[in-house]
């Protein structure tokens, strides 16, 4: 009876939302939250309502990248209101980044306190009507994928998008990620090749011209082989990286912040 209450709670708070689109990659540092912000700030310009959920609760990247370290979410009678990043509130974004006590604070927890991050995130978030929520997960295939699935399995997202970079190690692992599709019965959207190429300066990225630092290709190939969409390429760009890294911050810390942990203490340890 209580897990049925936890999917139907799931099913109420995500029913303004059109589509649940989960961003996966094998490892780290390839550029799957890079990937999820460029993803939401496209669908923002494209006139969309998006959400952003960043679930890697042990690295959490998506509020300094989206220029919103130190913001705090706020408790309505409605649930959680996530953080905006804009003005219009056309995006929408909420981590586990905003209840920490500063950016420096970690995360040291076991399996079921990020289950109940998880479903908290999943019930009490008060999105109002989305088209898109991003999912960004964290690398590999942990508990925070296993228990997001769960709760959303009678919901059904829209499916996955892989992150991938050329090289082979890379590969492999997001061809592991795609086995975990199959296994949970979770549709892959398509793959996304990051730092794909290199381009050196302002001309060579109007003509699209690429220095391939390692291979590339592979994502491609690879999308082949599964018969699933390959989705793009993204050169490594280093006025990228200086844009998500050194993103102007808020830098306010709101005193009448809700930081309310799982177990309703305040404490991000185990
Ligand atoms: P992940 O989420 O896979 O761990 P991140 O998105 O945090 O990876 O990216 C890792 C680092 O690489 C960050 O510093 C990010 O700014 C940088 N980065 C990601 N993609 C690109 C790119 N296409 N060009 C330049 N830098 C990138």
Redesign the pocket.
Known sequence: IHSQKQHMDVGQRLRTIKHVVLIL?GK???????VTAQLALSLVQANFKVGVLDIDLCGP?IPRMLGLDGKKIHQASAGWVPVFADEEQRLACMSIGFLLPDKNSSVVWRGPKKNAMIKQFLTDVYWGELDFLLIDTP?GTSDEHLSVLEYLQEWSPDGAVLVTTPQGVSLSDVRKEYNFCMKVGLNVLGIIE??SGFQSNFVASILQECTNVFSTGGGEAMAKEFNINFLGK?????S??LF??QAPQSGSSEKDSNNKSPDGQGSFED
């Open positions: 990659s780290g540092g390839v550029g799957k939250s890079s990247s690398p990051n730092m993204v050169p490594i760009d280093p990228l990286t998500l890294d």
